[in-house]
T-cell receptor, first 114, second 115 residues
Framework: AAGVIQSPRHLIKEKRETATLKCYPI?????VYWYQQGPGQDPQFLIS???????DKGSIPDRFSAQQFSDYHSELNMSSLELGDSALYFC?????????????FGPGTRLTVL | GNSVTQMEGPVTLSEEAFLTINCTYT??????LFWYVQYPGEGLQLLLK?????DKGSNKGFEATYRKETTSFHLEKGSVQVSDSAVYFC??????????????FGSGTRLLVRP
């Protein structure tokens, strides 16, 4: 079965650079979520989109922005990168018609900021 | 706000031992409850879920029962294998403004199974 696809899998950036992470949800899923997992920590909700509209925001810095496109893929844009942004970034998707509770996660993008 | 509390790890067991990882939650309303597993260097995989009180989720020999009276969702397995070594996260679904849900995770419990 098709799963959530994230790219790139690994990304190394310098401080103050920008990064773009991409997420392709499971086909027919209409909701996309982004989570950030710091080293040894639990995943923290950043932002979500339903039918290309921003749904809610968690503890996402103003330097980060995201959007969902007409084909339902989503991109997380991160600017003025800081050392503390080094983390594993997960995308997840769900289908609201199916209740929307169950989220399926991608393999994550590991961002390292030097 | 809603929250999840898990027992601290690491939990170290011998192969074929019985596993329990405790998880309790605080929530308004009636969230769905989940266990996710993260193998070294990999993403989060849904292990099992329960959507209402007294539901039992099960998968790959793992089980957890949604206990509303004790606000718990403890993970159990009768006989663990070395391949079960991973970090296990308990999570609950938290309603967002547009009726979709975000997940709130516990801190994770690392399980190490020795041969």
């Amino acid at each position: 079965a098709a799963g959530v696809i994230q790219s790139p899998r690994h990304l190394i950036k310098e401080k103050r650079e920008t990064a773009t992470l991409k997420c392709y949800p499971i086909p027919r899923h209409d909701t996309v979520y982004w989570y950030q997992q710091g080293p040894g920590q639990d995943p923290q909700f950043l932002i979500s989109f339903y039918e290309k509209m921003q749904s809610d925001k968690g503890s996402i810095p103003d330097r980060f922005s995201a959007q969902q496109f007409s084909d339902y893929h989503s991109e997380l844009n991160m600017s003025s990168l800081e050392l503390g942004d080094s983390a594993l970034y997960f995308c997840a998707s769900s289908l609201k018609l199916a209740g929307g509770h169950t989220q399926y996660f991608g393999p994550g993008t590991r961002l390292t900021v030097l | 706000g809603n929250s999840v509390t898990q027992m601290e790890g690491p939990v170290t067991l011998s192969e074929e031992a019985f596993l329990t990882i405790n998880c309790t939650y605080t929530a308004t309303g009636y969230p769905s409850l989940f266990w996710y597993v993260q193998y070294p260097g990999e993403g989060l995989q849904l292990l099992l879920k329960a959507t209402k009180a007294d539901d039992k989720g099960s998968n790959k020999g793992f089980e957890a029962t949604y206990r509303k009276e004790t606000t718990s969702f403890h993970l159990e397995k009768g006989s663990v294998q070395v391949s079960d070594s991973a970090v296990y996260f308990c999570a609950l679904s938290d309603l967002l403004m547009d009726s979709s849900y975000k997940l709130i995770f516990g801190s994770g419990t690392r399980l190490l199974v020795r041969p």
